[in-house]
T-cell receptor, first 114, second 113 residues
Framework: GENVEQHPSTLSVQEGDSAVIKCTYSDSASNYFPWYKQELGKRPQLIIDIRSNVGEKKDQRIAVTLNKTAKHFSLHITETQPEDSAVYFCAASRSSGNTGKLIFGQGTTLQVKP | KAGVTQTPRYLIKTRGQQVTLSCSPISGHRSVSWYQQTPGQGLQFLFEYFSETQRNKGNFPGRFSGRQFSNSRSEMNVSTLELGDSALYLC????????????FGPGTRLLVL
């Protein structure tokens, strides 16, 4: 069945450093890859997404890269700040007409130390 | 626009009981998905509804069911509760498909004793 593996499970960086989280998906038909951020006690929120027709997407300090051949995608956060501390989830989805389901990775807890 | 709301926010049940959770999506959103969140398993897809029809289902036993009403509000039901059903149940809505921004509700925290 579909599966998304996410690494590392925890990540601790110093403020100002970069953070990279990697995900691997099993369903080669997956074509949509969002990243969600969940702060402690809050609901997940979309921070960036990428579709299979592009290899990279950036939004200020956040970027996502996609390697369809290797079936993996990564989240890059540059110049990390304490407010970046949260759990980050990757997900993958294949679309069949208007249907589909999001398969999430198990999450990465990012801690940014001031 | 008001965000996604879920009721109740907290629930305590005992094994064998059943429970119904409710989700009201953002106005205009017709797709509602449900997820189970646990510390060990992360976010697991339960099902997705669109226009009162279940379009997709995750790998959960038949004790987990759901429905959607004509106003897009959705309910999920868990029958014969087990200890392992203790989790945060999140719903998310989007305009039409899961390949758009999913707006999550605050969740219902279910504890099964």
């Amino acid at each position: 069945g579909e599966n998304v593996e996410q690494h590392p499970s925890t990540l601790s960086v110093q403020e100002g450093d970069s953070a990279v989280i990697k995900c691997t998906y099993s369903d080669s038909a997956s074509n949509y890859f969002p990243w969600y951020k969940q702060e402690l006690g809050k609901r997940p929120q979309l921070i960036i997404d990428i579709r299979s027709n592009v290899g990279e997407k950036k939004d200020q300090r956040i970027a996502v890269t996609l390697n369809k051949t290797a079936k993996h995608f990564s989240l890059h956060i540059t110049e990390t700040q304490p407010e970046d501390s949260a759990v980050y989830f990757c997900a993958a989805s294949r679309s069949s007409g208007n249907t589909g389901k999001l398969i999430f990775g198990q999450g990465t807890t990012l801690q940014v130390k001031p | 626009k008001a965000g996604v709301t879920q009721t109740p926010r907290y629930l305590i049940k005992t094994r064998g009981q059943q429970v119904t959770l409710s989700c009201s999506p953002i106005s205009g959103h017709r797709s509602v998905s449900w997820y189970q969140q646990t510390p060990g398993q992360g976010l697991q897809f339960l099902f997705e509804y669109f226009s009162e029809t279940q379009r997709n289902k995750g790998n959960f036993p038949g004790r987990f069911s759901g429905r959607q009403f004509s106003n897009s509000r959705s309910e999920m039901n868990v029958s014969t509760l087990e200890l392992g059903d203790s989790a945060l149940y999140l719903c998310a809505s989007s305009f039409g498909t899961v390949q758009e921004t999913q707006y999550f509700g605050p969740g219902t925290r279910l504890l099964v004793l």
